[in-house]
C-alpha cells in the first residue's frame, strides 16, 4: 500500500484560503478512492471530501460543498483539497487517508473514514477569526 504525506496547512485569517496536498509515495494511486478528513478540537472526525482515481468522481461534504474542491493530478500522484472562504469553524487537523480497489463505489458511498485503508499524517489548519 502507499504512503501518505499531507501538506500545505496553517494559519490563515477567515476568509482566506488554503490549498492542502496529499502525496502517495511508495506507490501510486491507480485503483484508490481518496478523502479528506478534519478532527477539531473537542469534536468528532468528519468526513470532508473523497475522490475516485479511476474515474474523478467526487464526494463533497454538504457542510462545505460551496467552499471546498477535492482534485487528483495523476502525474504527480497527489489529492489536492483547495478551501476557500475559509471561516474559524474550520479550524482542525485535516487527515488524507486512502481506500484500494472500488473506487467509484467508496465515493458514491462517501468515503466513510471508517472504511479507509492507510492514513498518512495530519496537517493543521487554523482559521483566525
Known amino acids: 500500500d502507499v504512503q501518505l504525506q499531507a501538506s500545505g496547512g496553517g494559519l490563515v485569517q477567515a476568509g482566506g484560503s488554503v490549498r492542502l496536498s496529499c502525496a502517495a509515495s511508495?506507490?501510486?494511486?491507480?485503483?484508490?478512492?481518496i478523502g479528506w478528513f478534519r478532527q477539531a478540537p473537542g469534536k468528532e472526525r468528519e468526513d470532508i471530501a473523497c475522490?475516485?482515481?479511476?474515474?474523478?468522481?467526487?464526494f463533497i461534504n454538504y457542510s462545505v460543498k460551496d467552499r471546498f474542491t477535492i482534485s487528483y493530478d495523476n502525474a504527480e500522484n497527489t489529492v489536492y483539497l483547495q478551501m476557500w472562504r475559509l471561516k474559524p469553524e474550520d479550524t482542525g487537523v485535516y487527515y488524507c487517508?486512502?481506500?484500494?480497489?472500488?473506487?467509484?463505489?467508496?465515493?458514491?458511498?462517501?468515503?466513510?473514514?471508517?472504511?479507509?485503508?492507510?492514513w498518512g499524517k495530519g496537517t493543521q489548519v487554523t482559521v483566525s477569526s
Open positions: 511508495g506507490g501510486t494511486f491507480d485503483d484508490y478512492a
Open positions: 487517508a486512502a481506500r484500494k480497489g472500488r473506487p467509484q463505489a467508496v465515493v458514491m458511498a462517501g468515503c466513510a473514514g471508517r472504511i479507509m485503508d492507510t
Open positions: 475522490i475516485s482515481s479511476s474515474d474523478g468522481s467526487t
